[in-house]
């Protein structure tokens, strides 16, 4: 049942590698990296083919009861991987001898022993078969989440939100996904089968899991802006601060992993963890720049309690609702909603801070503030 990929596949270690030189040796972002915004975000983060082809071999591997166990630890540590990003990007960048690059570089060595113990321990039947790539599907279902994803960062910055660039956008990212549904669906072997969709657990784990990309990379993202400009930390300090929402993801994400095992149950797991992680933005809705640090660590518990009870259960909870020839699409698909999920959350939310940082300048400011009246956000030296 599982094809065990071949050094260099994309998504495999061997293919992360290269990527991070090309990236690390040309001015990418420069502007981004100056302000140390970009790379800090990324150091830490693991690349989701890797994680998608992690989650396919362990429950090959691993019988359905046992799973739980396994899944919460991998869900801590992807977790903490993404969370810590931030932290451990902001050391390379504080550090003068290092700098953004290193945000890339490091990556690489990480991959060369993933590439060595991968090829020394895991050793997989390998079945082959013709298989027939759906490139249509693939290419319309990217331009449709393309096209959304630019629309959701423009707008409300070089235009309005309910102007026709935003009509011309949305309907053709609507058009682009209709079309691709169509495609799936007559296609021999389909990019996302939509049979697995008459499976309740997995339409509603793909729900799910898409708010939860909202949160766990909303959250990172704003929350380092949030210690970086409001409270004038350093990328250091601000990674350092976003540890008490990395020890309540591992902690919940072990420990609800455990006791899945145990009990064989995980729906009131989800639903406590949804409700959790829903109080835990309810909390972080109040706090401001004269929040206390203390009560600001407690609310990132919460947080991490919530999207650790949540994040990788929703994947245990749709694997085991599909039979075992359609594990990969499944997990695949899950993880798609989730990224997708996490990019036009961020990206619109970035939109929704954006005017409201620039309407507040312009109310204390007035419109000079804002270079003239424009859209941008004003580039002034003081903390809010």
């Known amino acids: 049942m599982t094809v065990q990929p071949e050094p260099g596949a994309a998504g495999t270690p061997a293919a992360i590698a290269p990527d991070n030189l090309a990236v690390a040796g040309v001015p990418v972002a420069a502007e981004a990296a100056a302000r140390d915004e970009v790379p800090a975000e990324q150091s830490g983060r693991m690349s989701h083919a890797e994680v998608i082809q992690a989650l396919i071999v362990m429950a090959a591997m691993i019988p359905p009861r046992e799973l739980g166990r396994y899944s919460g630890v991998f869900g801590a540590m992807f977790g903490a991987a993404t ?5 451990i990007g902001g050391v390379l960048v504080d550090t003068s001898w290092l700098g953004w690059r290193w945000c890339f570089f490091i990556g690489i060595p990480f991959s060369l022993a993933a590439i060595a113990l991968l090829q020394k321990t895991l050793h997989l039947p390998v079945v082959r078969r013709p298989v027939k790539v759906d490139w249509l599907g693939a290419l319309l ?3 449709g989440v393309c096209t959304l994803l630019i629309w959701s960062s423009l707008a409300g910055q070089h235009f309005a939100w309910g102007s026709w660039q935003t009509a011309a956008f ?3 990212g609507v058009l682009l996904l209709a079309l691709a549904v169509w495609t799936e669906s007559r296609a021999e072997e389909p990019i996302i089968p939509l049979g697995i969709f008459r499976n309740r657990t997995v339409t509603l784990t793909v729900v799910a899991s898409t708010l939860v990309g909202v949160a766990l990379f909303g959250g990172t993202v704003f929350l380092s802006q949030y210690f970086q400009v409001a409270l004038g930390k350093s990328p250091t300090v601000a990674g350092l601060m976003s540890l008490p929402m990395i020890f309540g993801l591992l902690v919940s994400s072990t420990v609800a992993g455990q006791l899945i095992t145990r009990f064989g149950r995980w729906k009131a797991y989800l639903v406590v963890g949804s409700l959790v992680m829903t109080g835990a933005f309810l909390l972080l809705s109040t706090i401001d720049a004269k929040t206390s640090v203390v009560l ?7 947080l991490g309690i919530g999207v650790g009870m949540l994040m990788q259960n929703l994947v245990l909870a749709a694997q085991n609702g599909v039979p075992a020839a359609e594990l990969g699409a499944a997990t695949s698909t899950l ?11 961020v990206s619109a939310l970035g939109a929704v801070l954006t005017n409201r940082v620039t309407s507040l300048f312009v109310d204390h400011f007035g419109a000079a503030a804002t270079g003239g009246g424009s859209a941008k956000v004003p580039d002034l030296e003081m903390r809010v």
């Open 83 to 87: 969370i810590a990003g931030p932290l």
């Open 296 to 302: 600001l660590a407690a609310y990132m518990v919460v």
């Open 170 to 172: 949305v309907c053709g």
């Open 141 to 143: 279902i990217m331009a």
């Open 335 to 345: 993880t798609f909603f989730r990224s997708m999920g996490g990019a036009i959350g």
